[in-house]
């Protein structure tokens, strides 16, 4: 048994409010079916940062493992393990929900979910309503329709393209190992632990396919989901979920593990994406609401005044000012025919105009780029 601690010397785990949190299936299955050893563990460390005021989202796998422990059924061809994954859905979300007095919420998501710009608005909508709600959602890859990614393994890059979806700080992945090492530990006695990586290179990546891993993801896709983490602005810790003393010390902010680093801005990225995107349609707004942009604030219905185009919700859109100035881009929350509808009211009357209310804003301020020359410096000094 390798001492993870003895390996990986403490190092302090970034500053973080709110967090992505991957548990894979190896720490989740023990004869074939679900088992709590190392869960228990890992439920302790979300209740303590809850405690501590802070976010977490889980992203599990699990399910093929659970559905398996029900009927006891042997198949693992990719269509016995889409049913399989199927009726263990219930059961998994049944596992966790037994450690927390807080409520889980279970959210299927596939890849497509989130390349698609319509589809990854309405999951990040629900995750961040979930976490305002006091409740844990649960992320799991919806392997009854994810052919691809079930064979894959995947569950290590949906985690980092959530961490992306709701602007965590942090990803954290268990492993079955101590971390990143330079070889397989169990297999090379002069593998050596890596503790801090800046860049994921090729290089790296090839040592990470030897290195391996129990999982089915092995150690490599977890070093690629940390490197798209990082490009996003987002650090990875990689731990060992099976030592209870390693997951205690993520309660404290120490990690016996490897840290992949951030490199890229959470912010520039996604505003460089709108900064180029085609726009589906035209938001008029008044000088308020100029003024208010400016100093970037959301864009409120009560300052638009006019709404040209057809556009659907997650569409982008120009804003423009009265005298014809392009002022920014965005995400519009509402489609064409909702946004004339609201356009000129209050936030407060949304839902009793439309039945239903998204967001307060036509467009959040997360999901905006401004386009004149002040907001290009500032976001220059701020990248």
């Given at each position: 048994m390798i001492d993870v601690r003895a390996d990986f010397a403490p190092q302090p785990l970034?500053?973080?409010?709110?967090?992505?949190?991957?548990?894979?299936s190896s720490l989740l299955?023990?004869?074939?079916?679900?088992?709590?050893?190392?869960?228990?563990?890992?439920?302790?460390?979300?209740?303590?940062?809850?405690?501590?005021?802070?976010?977490v989202v889980l992203v599990s796998s699990g399910a093929v493992a659970a559905g398996r422990g029900r009927i006891g059924a042997a198949g693992n061809g990719i269509v016995q393990r889409q049913a399989l994954a199927a009726l263990g859905q219930a059961s998994l979300m049944g596992f966790w929900q037994a450690f927390f007095d807080m409520p889980v919420a279970q959210v299927l998501l596939t890849h497509d979910d989130l390349r698609n710009r319509r589809r990854y608005l309405n999951a990040r909508t629900a995750l961040k309503e979930l976490?305002?709600?006091?409740a844990l959602p649960i992320v799991n890859e919806n392997d009854t329709v994810a052919v691809d990614e079930l064979k894959l393994g995947d569950n290590d890059n949906l985690a980092a393209a959530v961490a992306s979806l709701i602007e965590a700080d942090l990803l954290l992945i268990a492993t079955d190992i101590g971390g990143l090492y330079s070889g397989h530990p169990q297999h090379d006695p002069d593998a050596r632990p890596i503790e801090r990586v800046d860049t994921v290179t090729p290089a790296l990546l090839a040592i990470a396919g030897i290195a391996g891993g129990l999982g089915t993801g092995g150690m490599r896709t977890k070093l690629e989901a940390a490197s798209k983490a990082a490009t996003a602005g987002i650090a990875?810790?990689?731990?060992?979920?099976?030592?209870?003393?390693?997951?205690?010390?993520?309660?404290?902010?120490?990690?016996?593990?490897?840290?992949?680093?951030?490199?890229?801005?959470?912010?520039?990225?996604?505003?460089?994406?709108?900064?180029?995107?085609?726009?589906?349609?035209?938001?008029?707004?008044?000088?308020g609401a100029r003024t208010a942009l400016l100093r970037g604030a959301s864009l409120l219905p009560g300052g638009v005044h006019a709404v040209t185009?057809?556009?659907?919700?997650?569409?982008?859109?120009?804003?423009?000012?009265?005298?014809?100035?392009?002022?920014?881009?965005g995400q519009a929350q509402y489609n064409a025919s909702e946004s004339l509808r609201i356009a000129g009211r209050h936030s407060r009357d949304i839902e009793t105009v439309l039945g239903f209310r998204y967001d307060e804003a036509m467009i959040h301020r997360d999901d905006l780029v401004l386009l004149n020359s002040a907001e290009q410096l500032s976001s220059e000094k701020t990248a």
């Open positions: 970034p500053n973080w409010k709110r967090a992505v949190l991957k548990v894979g299955a023990g004869s074939g079916e679900l088992d709590p050893v190392h869960a228990q563990g890992l439920a302790s460390f979300i209740t303590s940062a809850r405690a501590q005021g802070r976010e976490l305002r709600l006091g990875t810790a990689l731990f060992c979920g099976r030592d209870a003393a390693v997951v205690m010390a993520l309660g404290e902010g120490v990690l016996h593990g490897t840290l992949v680093a951030a490199h890229g801005n959470r912010i520039s990225a996604r505003k460089q994406w709108l900064r180029h995107a085609p726009a589906s349609g035209v938001l008029q707004v008044d000088a185009g057809d556009f659907r919700r997650g569409d982008v859109v120009d804003v423009h000012s009265f005298d014809g100035e392009l002022l920014a881009r």
